[in-house]
């Protein structure tokens, strides 16, 4: 059984720091990852997909591979107050989507 | 624009009754999936479809029951015999079952279930 696990939070960051999420999987096999964004009573939103060791950048967010250690994160620059929302990690497993619980993350003025 | 709906957005459900819940997709995915999310709480996948005619059940499909006689839609019905049917349930689909990337899935708008 797959698994994916991240952090509860919230994770407090003021307006304009790093704010760094991360994600652990289990699956040495796993090859791809995706990062959602939810905001509170609404649906899941892609934001970024990553498949290979080493960074990927789009926009403000970079979503960093490390297989070896087996763990996914996601860094949003310049963080917002609008960034405020649960972001959930997830993996492809057999037919499916594994996904993490979410971590939430609270950006202060 | 191609996308996923799920109406109605919020629905009542008195004791005792079975409710359904639907979704469509006209972006041509061949899979999709029912989860359901408690306030705070992750995700929990309740039945899932690769092909029309066949679905699976998830982690907690008791009291719970799907169809799927037509590729673009899979409607949710959420029967008496789930005694705590307050959530938040969302529809997804994908191009191909595993979420391959780079698709993912597209997730509906949700709705809202309340018991009265």
């Known amino acids: 059984q797959k698994e994916v696990e991240q952090n509860s939070g919230p994770l407090s960051v003021p307006e304009g720091a790093i704010a760094s999420l991360n994600c652990t999987y289990s699956?040495?096999?796993?090859?791809?990852f995706f990062w959602y964004r939810q905001y509170s009573g609404k649906s899941p939103e892609l934001i970024m997909f990553?498949?290979?060791?080493g960074d990927k950048e789009d926009g403000r967010f970079t979503a960093q591979l490390n297989k070896a250690s087996q763990y996914v994160s996601l860094l949003i620059r310049d963080s917002q107050p609008s960034d405020s929302a649960t972001y959930l990690c997830?993996?492809?497993?057999?037919?499916?989507?594994?996904f993490g619980t979410g971590t939430r993350l609270l950006v202060s003025p | 624009d191609g996308g996923i709906t799920q109406s109605p957005k919020y629905l009542f459900r008195k004791e005792g009754q079975n409710v359904t819940l639907s979704c469509e997709q006209n972006?041509?995915?061949?899979?999709m999936y029912w989860y359901r999310q408690d306030p705070g709480q992750g995700l929990r996948l309740i039945y899932y479809s690769q092909i029309v005619n066949d679905f699976q059940k998830g982690d907690i499909a008791e009291g719970y029951s799907v169809s799927r006689e037509k590729k673009e839609s899979f409607p949710l019905t959420v029967t008496s015999a789930q005694k705590n049917p307050t959530a938040f349930y969302l529809c997804a689909s994908s191009l191909r079952g595993q979420g391959i990337f780079p698709y993912g899935y597209t997730f509906g708008s949700g709705t809202r279930l309340t018991v009265v």
């Open positions: 997830a993996a492809p497993g057999f037919q499916k989507l594994v």
């Open positions: 699956d040495r096999g796993s090859q791809s």
């Open positions: 990553i498949y290979s060791n």
């Open positions: 972006l041509n995915h061949d899979a």
